[in-house]
């Protein structure tokens, strides 16, 4: 069967989804057999060398002699937001949190990162921005004070507020990509080799890597592959082939709510009424935010896990 550029970016495009839909489980899985530094450098390590793999075979490697020292400055200084920040807070907020509530709050950072580009970009503000932010956050109320309905009791403050927290460190992160001229599977590697060694030095700090097992390591492979890696070409394939970004940026809205069936059979979590009607009204707040009139982050976007 002959398949066509646009349906070739969505089969990209859904592949994607459904393996961030997977990674809110993962994580849970994973921090049951190593702690968050652990986790950090097994997935980190793994996504860098998936990601060398694809800078080698596609030819990109040569175009690292194109980049000067202030490229590499700056691609050091994102690598330290992502991974090494960024999923330093995520894993935290997910170790403290029930999945179903971590991957709802940290999916809000397109909302934080829209309210963060006024400030840093100059950006306006439309009323379809602040319609999705009241309905976004109203979102993020429902889950946070829903009283101890789910399963765990009531829900860690600070998990909350690193959940949360994770959405502007990834928020300043893509702000400070906006004028990356970088190839982004190129400066994505040469990030995640900076970070390398500042996450090694942490673990090795404040963790203890001889304790790693077997288990441990391949939950940690799962997630550098499927978060960090593989999954991220995936999605950029999607919109390179795409004949438009929102015939398949619109997809990344199935993910949370896939996701839950993955949290709910796998881990066992029993969904709570108030996870359900707090993620239809962020993802309602998204899609608001999507359709806006304002540039459109979707077609730039990481998931959410």
């Known amino acids: 069967m002959f398949l066509t550029r646009q349906h070739k970016a969505y089969v990209f495009a859904l592949s994607a989804v459904l393996l961030w839909s997977t990674v809110a489980t993962a994580f849970k899985i994973s921090l049951r057999y190593l ?4 986790l950090l450098l097994v997935a980190s390590v793994t996504a860098t060398l998936c990601l060398s793999l694809v800078v080698l075979v596609t030819g990109r490697m040569k175009f690292l002699a194109n980049l000067d020292k202030r490229d ?15 999923y330093l807070v995520l894993f935290r907020a997910y170790d403290l949190l029930p999945a179903q509530v971590a991957q709802a709050l940290n999916y809000t950072w397109a909302i934080t990162l829209m309210l963060l580009s006024v400030p840093i970009l100059k950006h306006r503000i439309t009323r379809f921005d602040y319609g999705a932010t009241v309905i976004c956050y109203s979102g993020v109320m429902v889950i946070c004070f829903s009283g101890g309905q789910f399963p765990a009791g009531e829900l860690s403050t600070a998990g909350i507020f690193l959940a949360l927290g994770s959405t502007v460190i990834w928020a300043f992160y ?3 990509k906006t004028k990356d001229h970088i190839d982004p599977v190129l400066g994505l590697f040469v990030s995640f080799l900076f970070s390398i060694p500042f996450i090694a030095a942490a673990c090795w700090l404040q963790s203890d890597v001889s304790s790693l097992g077997t288990a441990g390591i391949l939950a940690g492979i799962y997630v550098g592959l499927f978060e960090m890696g ?3 070409i995936l999605w950029l394939a999607a919109l390179r082939l795409s004949e438009a970004t929102a015939k398949v940026s619109t997809l990344i809205f199935l993910s949370p709510f896939i996701s839950l069936i993955f949290i709910s059979r796998i881990l066992g979590e029993a969904i709570a009424v108030a996870t359900i009607m707090g993620l239809v009204l962020i993802v309602g707040g998204l899609l608001v935010q999507h359709f806006s009139p304002q540039i459109n982050i979707w077609g730039q976007s990481k998931n959410t896990e």
């Not at 702690?35 to 652990?38: A, T």
């Open 72 to 86: 590499y400055l700056r691609l050091a200084c994102l690598g330290i937001m992502n991974p090494f920040c960024y």
């Open 174 to 176: 893509w702000l400070l």
């Open 230 to 232: 593989f999954t991220y």
């Open 35 to 38: 702690d968050v530094f652990q």
